[in-house]
């Protein structure tokens, strides 16, 4: 018999010790524990009770495992539950929906419709704030068709979870309104309790009823609201609402400090490469040792308020405080080292295009600053820029326009990294995005060129476009 295994651990699954069920079924401690060790067994009174009290049956109590009993009937009755539970859900709703009056039918329409449209407006500008987000994500790498598949994936998977979540929120605010808080009563149905038997006895005599019966009128179906509830149950929903949505910005928010968790990471192990840097180095490390600190505390801070934990405000406190004058020491340790740095240009390389004038010729960039005019007695165009190894000039003609610029060259990346950190530890700060570019003709030339600019910029002239972007 597996009485003993049984009935200790129906107990603990229903947390109750062993002077409260002893209490339930009128016997002493003593008893319950005899029973649990197998050194004594309940007369069978005490056994209907327990049956009775933990919902089991007397075979499944005394002669089976309990644990395999349970997980037999919870996957077998798993499914139909659920379909059971919506079914219900259903039947109330229609059951409750039409004993509603008409003015309280319109203010349920109307609650329910505020909730929606907040539940959309939240989504939609948490929609916007990710795209944002991951737009300028995406910016960093090259556009090609499998950046479009991860977005596409990614606003699809947003919009079904938005709307799966929406309508979960939903369906449950409607629940906890009105579901939980409305009683439908039949008062074709009574029920009669044991003191009343004599009454209706009496009545049944009295209408010559040898069966003992009460006929009732039929009336209507009521509904009756928890006056408790009936104030102001739908602000305090809201505000609830307003609660699991700011838990769920939360979250997102925690996503974003585990990236930058792993970004000043980075930051700390890749400052050991300029250790020659002196002050700058050790300034560096400290800075990025107290941001990994106080995101750490952050994300502490986030998780806790998700879960709705007791955060220890004490020690974040401490903890903060110490990380802010450690970051101050290391910003002051590195401005004291980066003072003694070298800052230089470089324009190492030159490049040079020529291309023919012409009459309708236009440069759209010509007023930019780094773009300068140069008078020679040359008759087209001389197109000379001075730039760092890592750039390369790029002129582009299309119809009566041409694109000057200088184009990165994206497979030195890593190269240019390299040589960025070699500086530093020679304590030498080099600016490869600086450049120039210079334009050699003539006077004419020039004054045609400035015309043509203005025209186009104005739309005076059928050769140019207003609208195109540059």
């Not at 010790?17 to 008893?31: C, D, I, K, M, T």
């Not at 020659?276 to 600190?293: D, E, N, R, W, Y």
């Not at 236009?362 to 820029?385: C, G, M, S, W």
């Amino acid at each position: 018999m597996n009485l003993a295994d049984n009935l200790k651990k129906l107990r603990k699954d229903n947390n109750l010790s062993q002077e409260q069920l002893a209490e339930s079924l009128g016997v002493s401690r003593q008893s319950v524990s005899k029973w649990e060790s197998g050194s004594a067994y309940p007369e069978m009174d005490k056994v209907l009770l327990l049956c009775k009290l933990f919902n089991v049956g007397v075979d499944e109590l005394l002669n089976q495992d309990i644990k395999e009993v349970k997980e037999k009937k919870q996957s077998k009755n798993t499914m139909n539950k659920h379909i059971d539970d919506f079914l219900d859900f259903i039947t109330k709703s229609i059951d409750m929906f039409t004993s509603m009056k008409w003015k309280d039918k319109l203010k349920l329409m109307i609650e329910e419709f505020i909730i929606v449209i907040i539940m959309c407006l939240f989504f939609i500008i948490l929609g916007g704030c990710l795209g944002l987000l991951f737009s300028n994500i995406f910016e960093m790498f090259d556009y090609n068709k499998w950046t479009n598949f991860i977005r596409q994936i990614l606003e699809s998977t947003y919009a079904i979870l938005a709307f799966a979540i929406g309508v979960i929120l939903v369906l449950h605010i409607y629940k906890v309104r009105y579901l939980d808080y409305y009683v439908i009563i039949d008062k074709n149905k009574i029920k009669v309790d044991e003191n009343m038997e004599e009454n209706i006895e009496e009545q049944s005599k009295e209408n010559n009823d040898p069966n003992n019966r009460i006929f009732l009128k039929k009336k209507e179906k009521v509904i009756i609201r928890d006056p408790d509830h009936a104030s102001y149950r739908f602000i305090s929903g809201l505000l609830k609402l307003f609660l699991l949505l700011i838990k769920a910005n939360a979250f997102f928010v925690f996503g974003g400090f585990c990236i930058s968790l792993v970004g000043f990471v980075i930051a700390f192990v890749v400052s050991f490469a300029i250790s020659k840097a002196g002050l700058l180095f050790i300034g560096i490390l400290l800075a990025a040792l107290s941001c990994i600190v106080m995101n750490v505390i952050i994300l502490y801070i986030l998780f806790y308020f998700i879960f709705s934990r007791k955060i220890k405000w004490k020690i974040v406190f401490i903890t903060f405080i110490g990380s802010l004058i450690i970051f101050g020491t290391g910003c002051g340790m590195g401005f004291i080292g980066f003072s003694e740095f070298k800052f230089l240009k470089d324009k190492s390389i030159e490049s040079t295009e020529v291309i023919s004038m012409n009459d309708h010729l236009i440069i759209p960039n010509y007023r930019v600053e780094k773009l300068k005019f140069v008078e020679t007695d040359f008759n087209d165009i001389k197109i000379v820029a001075h730039h760092s190894n890592y750039y390369q000039l790029v002129v582009e003609k299309e119809d009566n326009f041409i694109h000057i610029y200088l184009g990165y060259k994206y497979e030195d990346t890593l190269k240019q990294f390299r040589s960025q950190l070699q500086n530093i530890n020679k304590k030498e700060l080099i600016d490869y995005d600086s450049y120039e570019i210079t334009i050699y003709t003539s006077i004419e030339n020039i004054k045609k060129l400035k015309d043509n600019y203005d025209e186009w910029m104005h739309g005076k002239n059928e050769y140019y476009h207003v609208d195109d972007e540059y």
